[in-house]
């Protein structure tokens, strides 16, 4: 069982600042890449946005593209509901990220860098920007040619995802593009492209520092290394926390809770509500072959406590949604639309119960035929908060 | 990088096939005569991939793809109807639905939506979803005397807007807003007569649903033919007769020019006349144009002279070059459409040779094209000092009349065109296609400045011929006659364009000088006037091709097939007008054009 649910262990790597990137850059670009990239993929890492695809593995594949031009992005666009982690990062320890940025041009044969950043973050801008520079003027000191640049969103939280990312980047409407091609053959101005999350690319630089074991060693078996969580809502002790995946959720609960947690949202309004009944089996970390119920999370950890109406926060979320979509594919667009509607037709009694199975399937309908990650995951929190709560959708 | 195969084996339904690299599996699937249906996909613009309801199943994967988005890869074991496929249309179907105006048997395009017959097809009886089109506010543009845009009836599929941008590179209609309030919309959501939109109508071709339709004026005609007191004349465009057998059960490219004359005299027009009279008439006028601008250029030495001079037949390019490049506006030639042409001596000439009032005249074209509606609008068209061309109808419109008049239209006797302006050759004809009028035009300039036939085969310049973007040629005059021996040796650079978009490369090329042009055919239209906004739908390039043969085996069946041959043409110079581009001409045929802003 150790391996199934660890104990809460603090971590902390990312917000450590030695100091030493300058040292760390040099060191690292004079690797050969093949290692740079088996470090990588031994280290197990995944992408810490949510979506968790393996670090290693998007990096060889772009590598390993014949192309004139390649570029490295950073994905700072981090608007998931209950999230606020990136925005620390790039305010404490910008040059880590930088740093990563331009080993993985290094390894991919990238010369560009950009980092796209949320349109509420400008306040991050001149910083971001001041450190940039003086990252650029070492970069050209050592004669690698890496210039990054910063890219400011307009606010739409669509833009996080990462080939609406590319649209944005490019200068025209923010909407999701068919995949395939895939970003590591075809991404910014349709050439291959590494994206990642600024956490993501934080990591990386622990991981060649460090090398890949102390990573590796972190977590558990398929969620290795550490991650940080954006613990907010009804809870004594809100804040930024570097923890080992794998934790169960009681554990969590036990140690942030209020005393009276009723749920906890894994992963923002995208991800899943778990009621406490389910906190002893949810452990938080990638879908694996672990027994019990596993959550990946981009880091959003939002509690509640039985102060709240679930029917409220559903409600909250579907606007959220309803407004956020881009608009482009039909499931995603009205079908957000019509989950908003239908729960509050359910709650005025102008529908019977039971439409809050047809929209439960309608849910499903959303997440197996919109073309994006947002259509697609509207059903986590639809379907387990009205599973879950099903009565305060009612009464 | 993973090795691309020449074949890729995948089974469809359980059907095995194999397919070339990179084919889509809903391009796979008509391979096998598996239908999956559309909403979004149209042959003639990119994929977008955003309705969703041609969404399949792929073995081993949880989520649904998209077939028309989706490449096939090897192995693929693809299911176009499971229960799983079917129940996710279907909903995909309710939801489109229930944000769209259903109010069917009110709409301009009931029994033609394409959105209808899916939801006949898949028997979408009852309405589970709330219907949220009721709980918001739409608004229905009226204000484009061509185009009418009702945003209830909008299914959000993007085709209109990808039509604007990459056929017409026009950018007039655009996506705005997200989410709920996502909407298709244009510049500052100003009215369609307020923005560059030239009206050509190329998305009211592609619309699935009635959100974009012609502007129709078929009551007000009906109510024309019916008044006693009125003498109503009627023109009809060239490209009308090679597509309008589509609207009554004919296959595409099916030649229906004498059922079509006795359809509309069975209406009750008091004259059918033929616009390819006026178009042979436009090749005299255009043709002497162009002789008199080289002349200034190449003999007189004149500076300024503005070359090259560019067609000014479509409605959708003067419209576009008024807002795109108004530094331009002298190299279009003066000369009206043929419609435009037609209607101002309808009610002179022809007024006064059947001695009938002008005020008593109507005057009504049927043509391929919405645009044309907004040229007859133009302040500038009424020459004849009436409004010039009173109603403009669409090859669609002319089918509804003659399916409401109960003509059993394949039954008809064949019937020929009016006299007086029915006369036409077979160089008025293929002003339908594009490269059409640069051919007419060449095969009588070049027999005035030579006094010898064009050296081509029957007359057939088949480099101006095709669906190719922009089609460049140089002719090489030789042996001119003596008064125009400063064209000796002269190598005249012709360019031809169809679609905007082209129109575009053709007009940067000549902006930035790469290209020396004497002589620029512009058509706003994919294929020309044949693949207008007001022929029938669906179009394709497969259709366009048809309907083009079909205009060149018109122009090959002609006994004359030379402008300056058309008895017609030299009476009305004879008796009437004087000379090409003579005072009168330039009364009545030529016009102006003003600069428009960009937006």
Known sequence: MAEIHQLLKRADFIFINDNDWENILLKTIQRPKQELINELISSELKGRGGAGFPTGLKWKLTSEVHSGKKYVICNADEGEPGTFKDREILTKVPYKVLTAMAVCGYIIDSDEGIIYLRGEYQFLQKSLEAAINEFNYYTKKIALNFPIQVFLGAGAYICGEETALFESLEGKRGEPRNKPPYPTTSGFRDHPTVINNVETLAHTYTIFKYGAKKFYDLGVQYSRGSKLFSVSGDTPKPGIYELELGMSLYDFVDEFGDGDTKAVQVGGASGFLVPRKKFNETAIGYQGKLVGISLPTGGSMMLFNSSRSMYNVLDNYLEFFREESCGQCTPCRVGCQQLLAGIKAVKRGERPASYLDKLLKLSETMQLTAKCGLGQSVANSFASIVENFREEMIY | ?599
């Open chain 2, 1 to 599: 990088m993973k090795i691309m195969a020449n074949s890729i084996n995948i089974t469809i339904n359980g059907i095995a096939l194999s397919v070339g690299a990179g084919t889509t599996i809903l391009d796979a699937a008509k391979k096998v005569n598996v239908v999956i249906p559309t909403l979004c996909n149209h042959q003639d613009i990119c994929v977008a991939g955003n309705c969703r309801v041609c969404v399949v199943e792929i073995a081993g994967q949880k989520r649904l793809s998209a077939a028309c988005a989706t490449p096939c890869e090897e192995g693929m074991d693809i299911l176009t109807n499971s229960l799983k496929v079917r129940n996710c249309r279907k909903h995909i179907i309710e939801l489109l639905l229930s944000e769209h105006n259903s109010d069917c048997t009110k709409c301009y395009k009931n029994g033609l939506c394409e959105l209808q017959s899916l939801a006949s097809e898949y028997k979408i009886m009852t309405q589970d979803f709330i219907e949220l089109f009721r709980m918001k506010r739409y608004t229905i543009d009226y204000y484009s005397p061509s185009i009418i845009k009702d945003d209830s009836k909008c299914i959000r599929c993007q085709r209109c807007v990808r039509t604007c941008a990459e056929l017409q590179g026009v950018n007039a209609l655009t996506v705005a807003h997200k989410g709920d309030k996502m909407k298709i919309s244009t510049f500052f959501d100003k009215p369609m007569n307020d923005v560059v939109c030239t009206n050509c109508g190329q998305c009211v071709n592609r619309c699935p649903t009635g959100a974009l339709v012609e502007k129709n004026y078929i009551e007000e005609v009906w109510e024309a033919i019916s008044d006693p007191k009125l003498h109503v004349v009627v023109q009809t465009a060239p490209a009308v007769r090679v597509g309008l057998g589509e609207e009554l059960g004919y296959p595409a490219g099916s030649r229906v020019t004498g059922k079509m004359v006795a359809a509309l005299k069975r209406l009750g027009f008091d004259s059918v006349l033929d616009t390819d009279f006026t178009a042979d008439l436009t090749i005299m006028e255009e043709g002497t144009e162009l002789l008199t601008r080289l002349r200034k250029a190449l003999k007189d030495k004149e500076e300024n002279v503005a070359l090259p001079m560019a067609t000014s037949c479509s409605p959708g390019w003067i419209k576009y070059i008024e807002h795109m490049y108004p530094e331009y506006l002298a190299n279009l030639s003066t000369c009206k459409s043929p419609q435009q042409m037609f209607g101002a001596l309808a009610k002179t000439y022809y007024a006064k040779a059947r001695n009938i009032e002008p005020e008593r005249i109507i005057s009504v074209s049927v043509m391929p094209c919405t645009a044309k509606k907004f040229e007859a609008a133009r302040p500038e068209m009424h020459a004849s000092g009436y409004r010039d061309v009173d109603y403009v109808l669409t090859t669609r419109e002319l089918a509804i009349m003659i399916k409401q008049a109960g003509i059993h239209f394949a039954h008809l006797d064949d019937m020929e065109f009016d006299r007086l302006m029915g006369e036409s050759t077979g160089a008025g004809v293929i002003f339908g296609a594009t490269g059409g009028v640069m051919e007419a035009a060449l095969r009588t300039a070049y027999e005035i400045v030579t006094g010898r036939e064009i050296p081509f085969k029957n007359l057939e310049v088949t480099a101006v011929r095709g669906m190719e973007g922009v089609k460049e040629t140089t002719i090489t005059i030789e042996k001119p006659l003596p008064e125009w021996s400063f064209l000796d040796g002269v190598q005249l650079n012709c360019a031809v364009a169809h679609g905007l978009t082209n129109a575009k490369l053709a007009m940067d090329a000549v902006k930035n000088g790469t290209a020396k042009f004497h002589f620029l055919e512009v058509m706003a239209c994919p294929g020309g006037c044949l693949g207008g906004g007001g022929q029938p739908i669906p179009t394709n390039a497969e259709i366009r091709k048809r309907r083009a043969a079909a205009i060149y085996a018109e122009d090959g069946g002609k006994p004359l097939r030379k402008s300056h041959q058309n008895p017609e043409v030299i009476k009305i110079y004879q008796d009437f007008l004087g000379k090409p581009n003579g005072e009168l001409s330039h009364h009545l045929l030529h016009t102006t054009y003003q600069p428009r802003e960009r937006f």
